[in-house]
């Protein structure tokens, strides 16, 4: 299976918030939101839809408090970029869903944005994979059971 399929059951809505905008701002999201990602931008553009804008890192909820942690309170007035991991890893669309499982590993990662020639396609998390497994197993089952009942 392949990203793009994932993508197409899932939907390529990702949250995003511009570099500039404050650490405090990033928390307010997070608070107000079940999302544990933001999708960093530096084209002024932010919100539900951030695929719009440049992306420049991701943000997680780990970020900011590991940011709190080194900084102290301070760290609520810096800018998003202080806090956000830079080193983006990336897969495309066609990318087989394996090897998006092994970046998950190796890398130790939760979200990996989905890019096509610098596009911004979508967010994968580990759920989503999982997600789009279970269906396919749900699916295979319901045509054995189709098969063995005669109904095939």
């Known amino acids: 299976m392949k990203v793009w399929q994932v993508l197409k059951q899932k939907g390529p809505e990702v949250e995003a918030i511009d570099a500039s905008r404050s650490v405090a701002e990033a928390i307010s999201r997070f608070v107000g939101s079940k999302i544990r990602s933001l999708l960093v931008t530096d084209d002024g553009r932010d919100g539900r839809d951030g695929r719009d804008g440049r992306l420049v890192g991701v943000l997680t909820i780990r970020d900011v408090l590991g940011h709190l942690d080194q900084t102290g309170s301070t760290a609520l007035e810096d ?72 109904g095939y």
Do not use: C, W
């Open 79 to 150: 800018r998003v970029r202080a806090a956000m991991s830079g080193d983006i890893i990336s897969v495309s669309s066609d990318t087989e869903l394996e090897e998006v499982e092994r970046l998950f590993k190796e890398h130790r990662i939760n979200h990996l944005p989905v890019l096509d020639d610098g596009e911004l396609k979508g967010l994968l998390t580990p759920a989503d994979v999982l997600t789009s497994h279970l269906k396919d197993v749900q699916g295979t089952n319901e045509t054995l059971l189709d098969y063995i009942s005669g």
